[in-house]
């Protein structure tokens, strides 16, 4: 939050008021409850304990106060590719599961004894005997999975973790990658169908929460972990619609978050309840107010390539369009859905680079990465609802072309992109009159830990840089924001031995 001045009552005041403008002011401090949160289960989950531990302790001095990591129901259950579920098989027991929490375990005990919390979104995949669905074992495993043993997996899980209080469920719904299907023909037209069906999930996932401990007066629980965008092949109307014709049911593949949202809320596209032949198909009828206090989305841009603040389609909620998706949540709160005012996370979120081997055209420039974060660390900061900021991989993946090229190292040895420092101490900087705003963040600061971090400066066409001001951060998260003088030229942050990326005044 950047520090108000005070109205002059008089005239008579007007010039000292320019002159005092002109002077540095005292730094302003953020709210202190905004998390930062890292996801990467290749290395934590995905590659023996030794790599587990040292990227947990990297996530840590990075400054990551939250870990998370989708539990894939399929690769915990046994005979998961078996269409008939195992004899004698208690899915509500961790015990029931053999030994297939134990990359698991040692990751929530391991951010644990370092501080950090953990969110769990148990998802899919699915066992192939959990599926409601005929074909083949691959296509049954993201079709139609069994609320009643979906809500038998997470109170396993919530059985075997009392001591993690951070809960999101289900990973993407509103892409057929992770459930399916987006949209079933029902009476001659496609209609959209993974919002009932994730409905159904969340209300059975939220239950099992409450049955072994965690609920929302002792818990987070966040509903959602939506993809930002929709595909809309031509005729289907994916992006707005809840209904389409009949031959778009199996050419669409990801529904918008919005119109999956008013599916799952049974909201019209005014904001009011869902009634007639939509609010049938919804299974609108006896809503009743979902238990949670969060929401999970993944606000990236298309390809994870474009600027934060570059444009969207209609339906689409990015990190530059978030007042969409607070305003779908109102809406939600006033028809008694969901609780009001519910806070956002944003628990996915990263730049696609073009690492040496991968030629991918949708890709940012490593600078661009690096400016792309902390950017969208500033637009996060000035929404109030917006609780939790994600960093998607420390490591870029190995699967050259099919992978996320999104870390902030590169997989082939290692080496640090610029982004790993911007990610520590991320700066921008904006016009405030004839002052500049610096935001920053030392973000691997403890909380309650003192601080200092020099804002410094350098002349247009030099790289000779100044300390222009020492600013004491004590927010819990490292959060500050200062008015300088605008001198033009280039700013930066140093921190100890650690120097953020060099920013100039952004247009925006």
């Not at 998390?35 to 996530?59: F, H, T, W, Y």
């Not at 999101?168 to 990658?177: A, R, T, V, Y």
């Not at 389409?244 to 049974?266: D, H, M, N, Q, Y």
Request: contains cysteine; charged residues 20%; hydrophobic residues 35%.
């Amino acid at each position: 939050m950047t520090e108000t001045r005070r109205r002059r009552a008089r005239r008579l005041f007007a010039v000292a008021a320019v002159c005092t403008a002109a002077l540095p002011t005292a730094p302003a401090l953020a709210a202190p409850d905004q998390l930062s949160l890292i996801e990467d289960e290749k290395l934590m989950l995905e590659s023996g304990p030794e790599v587990q531990a040292q990227a947990l302790d990297e996530a840590k001095a990075l400054g990551a106060d939250l870990i998370r990591a989708n539990v894939i129901w399929a690769r915990v259950a046994p005979s998961s590719n078996s269409t008939k579920k195992p004899k004698g098989f208690n899915g509500k027991k961790p015990e029931s599961y053999g030994g297939n929490f134990a990359m698991l375990d040692s990751f929530v005990a391991g951010a644990q004894a370092r501080g950090m919390q953990v969110l769990l979104t148990p998802t899919g995949p699915i066992p192939a005997w959990a599926s409601r669905c005929k074909g083949s074992v691959a296509a049954r495993k993201v079709c139609k999975p069994d609320p009643k043993l979906f809500g038998d997996f997470v109170r396993a899980l919530g059985t075997k973790y009392p001591t993690v209080k951070y809960w999101s469920i289900w990973n993407e719904p509103n892409l057929g990658s992770w459930l399916k299907p987006q949209y079933e023909v029902v009476g001659g037209v496609a209609v959209q169908k993974s919002a009932s069906l994730y409905r159904s999930l969340a209300k059975s996932a939220i239950s099992s929460l409450r049955a072994t401990g965690h609920k929302t007066t002792t818990d987070q629980i966040w509903l959602g972990e939506t993809a930002p965008l929709g595909d809309d092949p031509s005729g289907c109307s994916a992006q707005r619609k809840l209904r389409a014709p009949k031959g778009c049911a199996k050419k669409i593949t990801k529904t918008s978050p919005e119109t999956f949202l008013r599916g799952v809320f049974c909201l019209s596209k005014s904001g009011g309840s869902l009634g007639g032949v939509e609010g049938k198909e919804q299974g609108c009828k006896g809503y009743k107010k979902l238990a949670i206090n969060g929401y999970a989305h993944h606000p990236y841009t298309r390809g994870g390539s474009r600027p934060p603040l570059s444009k969207t389609n209609a339906g689409e909620i990015t990190i530059g369009v978030a007042s969409r998706l607070t305003r779908l949540l109102d809406q939600a709160g006033k028809r008694k859905r969901i609780p009001s005012k519910l806070p956002v996370h944003f628990t996915e979120h990263g730049w696609q680079t073009n690492p040496p081997g991968v030629n991918d055209i949708f890709a940012v420039t490593d600078a661009q990465q690096s400016e792309y974060i902390n950017q969208s660390d500033w637009i996060a900061y000035k929404n109030k609802r917006v609780k939790t900021v994600a960093q998607y991989k420390i490591v870029d993946d190995q699967s050259i072309g099919a992978g996320f090229q999104m870390g902030l190292r590169l997989f082939n040895g290692g080496a640090r992109k610029p982004s790993y420092d911007a990610y520590k101490l991320p700066i921008w900087v904006s016009k405030k009159g004839s002052n500049v705003t610096v935001y920053g963040q030392v973000r691997p600061l403890e909380p309650g830990a003192a601080g200092t971090v020099d804002v410094q400066n350098a002349p247009a066409g030099s790289s000779a840089f100044k300390t222009v001001q020492s600013v004491p951060v004590t927010s819990a998260n490292g959060i500050f924001t200062v008015d300088l003088p605008d001198t033009g030229g280039t700013w930066r942050l140093k921190w100890g031995d650690v120097t953020s990326r060099q920013a100039e005044v952004a247009s925006k």
